[in-house]
């Protein structure tokens, strides 16, 4: 569903977000290892957050990654995945033709359009605060 890069990118902001609610800033190694991803890769990753603005870098050698607190409710599912993959989870054939439309369905379209749309609401609706809250009541990880 997600390109592995948007998962990545998923995991690093709530492994960040989660740190930022106890005023933590968190090292680049820090988030690789949380998440389980090579460090070069997850740089790369953390650079399009911090370009889209969804988190925060401080260099020095107090410095690292942060999310301020009052965005954290203001940052949705859907403002990540953009970043990464842009907006073609809400447009691609379900069955990955190039040419799938109304007026030229795929046999799924009619059926994938609903859960399309499922999804979008659900990442339009889910914000970080509310899925770092799973992390911090040790309710749902990131890593097992």
């Keep these: 569903m997600f ?5 990545y990118g998923i995991k690093a902001t709530l492994h960040i977000a989660h740190q930022s609610q106890q005023s933590k800033y968190v090292s680049l190694k820090e988030i690789a290892k949380a998440i389980n991803s090579p460090e070069a890769f997850t740089a790369k990753i953390l650079q399009q957050l911090t370009h ?4 925060i870098s401080t260099r020095g050698a107090a410095g690292g990654f942060k999310i301020n607190e009052n965005s954290l409710e203001k940052i949705k599912l859907s403002h990540i995945v953009n970043a990464i993959d842009g907006d073609d989870i809400y447009k ?8 799938c439309n109304e007026a030229k369905p795929c ?6 359009k609903v859960v399309r749309e499922s999804l979008k609401t659900m990442l339009e609706t889910t914000s970080i605060k509310e ?3 799973g992390l911090n009541d040790g309710l749902t990880f990131l890593k097992r």
């Design 107 to 112: 046999p799924v379209h009619h059926k994938f």
């Design 131 to 133: 899925l770092s809250n």
């Design 92 to 99: 691609g054939c379900g069955l990955g033709l190039n040419v």
């Design 52 to 55: 889209s603005k969804i988190i």
């Design 3 to 7: 390109s592995k890069s948007c998962e």
